[in-house]
């Protein structure tokens, strides 16, 4: 288990990658051509394609009094449904800039990236028997960049996994594996992105397991004054595939929203595994999320995807 000073660490590390600033920009908006993600936001750069933008925005919105919930909550709908005019929306836009200054925004995201993401990264870290700070570090990462689950398993198919390799040797077959499939991706906004795996092989290289301070990413420096003070361009290499998942009409329908319903039943929740994001689905969808003590909207994002074993 990390101690709070690792975690922060990590988070900066990905923070740094996301909006170039060890604390994370809060009201910080990218748009970069080619990127499939689409519109970018907040501390750690959550995308519009994936679903999570309206995660985000949603829970702001649901704050009492939040400073621009009226003025955002009118967006909700085009949010839910992806909808990309809103790259280009320059007063949906300037309202997030805005908001990005609201005390309670900071609150959201802070609450949002560690439940969406430092969460499951965690969870799946331990799963893999992975314990230091600059492993579980490598797959919060891959979290927030996307696509963890495809390359840990090219890396379990092609090296094993842990016990059976030891954890840093894994974790740099990881990096190894993961700094490639970046590097020849289709997606060739995503070529410029290995300066991610490349910083972590100079912490491997380092032996800095435990991310000890201070580091340098990037060209910025990273201490524990930085870390505990008061409150470059990323490309989004999510699976398209992995779209949010949530009760709407018409319904959504795809092998998408099959595998989350074998995966209800596999984890002891009755459904029928039809392909459809149904009332029934999205019942079982808030049943399972009750039992794993998540937040039971009925909304499949990256945390409920990730306890599914998705």
């Known amino acids: 288990m990390l101690n709070d000073l690792q975690k922060r660490t990590g988070e ?29 936001y907040g ?3 959550t995308t519009l394609a994936s679903g999570n933008l309206y995660l985000l925005i949603k829970a702001y919105c649901d704050v009492p009094d939040a400073q621009f919930a009226t003025q955002l909550g009118q967006y909700l709908g085009r949010l839910a449904s992806r909808d990309a005019t809103l790259d280009t929306d320059m007063t949906f836009r300037g309202l997030l800039r805005d908001a990005g200054d609201d005390p309670d925004m900071h609150t959201v995201q802070d609450r949002f990236f560690d439940r969406v993401y430092w969460n499951p990264s965690q969870k799946d870290a331990e799963a893999l028997s992975l314990s230091s700070a ?62 991610r795996m490349d910083t972590f092989n100079q912490l ?22 930085i870390l505990i003070a008061d409150k470059p ?42 392909g459809i994001y149904g009332h029934l689905t999205e019942a079982a969808v808030r049943r399972f999320q009750q039992k794993k003590g998540l937040t039971a909207d009925g909304v499949v994002g990256p945390a409920t995807r990730s306890a599914l074993g998705l």
Request: aromatic share 6%; net charge negative.
């Open 233 to 274: 361009v990323r490309v989004s290499a999510h699976d398209a595939s992995e779209r949010t998942l949530l009760l709407q009409t018409p319904f959504m329908v795809g092998d998408d929203v099959e595998a989350v319903q074998r995966a209800l039943v596999q984890a002891g929740i009755a459904v029928d595994v039809d």
């Open 204 to 225: 491997i290289g380092a032996q800095n397991w435990d991310l000890a301070l201070p580091i340098t990413v990037r060209g910025i420096r990273v201490d524990q004054e």
């Open 134 to 195: 600059l492993g579980t570090t490598v797959v919060y990462d891959s979290h927030v960049h996307g696509s963890w689950g495809r390359i840990r398993n090219l890396t379990v198919q092609n090296h094993g996994k842990p016990p059976d390799v030891s954890e840093q040797d894994w974790i740099g077959f990881y990096v190894s594996e993961r700094r490639n499939w970046l590097a020849t991706n289709p997606n060739s906004a995503l070529h410029v992105t290995v300066y």
């Open 12 to 40: 900066a590390i990905v923070n740094i990658f996301e909006t170039g600033h060890p604390l994370g920009i809060y009201g910080q908006v990218t748009l970069i051509k080619g990127d499939t993600g689409h519109l970018t």
């Open 43 to 45: 501390r750690s750069q």
